[in-house]
């Protein structure tokens, strides 16, 4: 575990794991596993399996995803440089993405940004400016930076799968360090407007993913294994494109346990400006 905690990415090449012991060595290191908010039940779901996120590009009939279908567009996002699952109150610590089969061909990607180094390296001034704010993540926010087109206006049953989650920006690491949690769900700071809070969001996302502080991973062959921490570091995948191969990667996302998993309190929110969303069929007269 020093060592996780030290360099927050692992690889284990080559492991021949099957999903049930994907799952069991996942287990291992928490109290919970994440279960797919996307999982609809197991006649919809190719891997069949509530604790595994289909995160590669093949349909539940073999097929290979096709451009503009609604699965091509939600990929779109993973693509942007995030974080798994921030917008959960209860956030996740760590992510296990395997691959089954051989990798896509011509090439196949995860990169992983190091959010410790990028704090540090930051100007005090800066860091004082940072230190008090809470960020709103949301997964529909970055699904619709990713594809405005289909995710514009997300649909009821995916809206409702999902609220927003809130979150301190400037975090203590495992190892002690401070570290920054953001990246493409981070929505809205409280307190400053959409476009203020984009702004400095986006500034701090392309610090942080300088080539000095990114490290990228090639997927060799089935069986490949990445463990990464969620708490220290934001990732990104390679984009869909027309001419990929079969990409067969599955994910497990292991739950936070630790003392700032649950974010902040509501009693914060409020102090920072938080205004609570109306709640329709509520009438006050
Ligand atoms: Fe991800």
Redesign the pocket.
Known sequence: MDNQHKYAVIIFRSTGLDNARHIAFSQQLGEKLEINPFFYGIEKDRLREPFLWD?GNIELDGSLVKKDSRRWHHSLG?ALW?T?SSYHQQRSKY?ILLSHGNPSKGGSWTHFADTRRAYADLPQEKKDELENLIVEHDLWHSRKLASPQVYGNPLPHELAAKPPAHHRLVQVAPDGRKTLYLAAHAKLILGRSLEDSQKLLWELIEHCTQPKYVFSMEWLSGGDMVWWDNRQSM?R?NTYTESMTARDVRRTTIIDDGPLAYGVSLEDKLAAGWVPPEIEGVDDA
Request: glycine share 0%; proline share 0%; net charge negative.
């Open positions: 995160v993973n995030h798994d992510s990732h995948a």
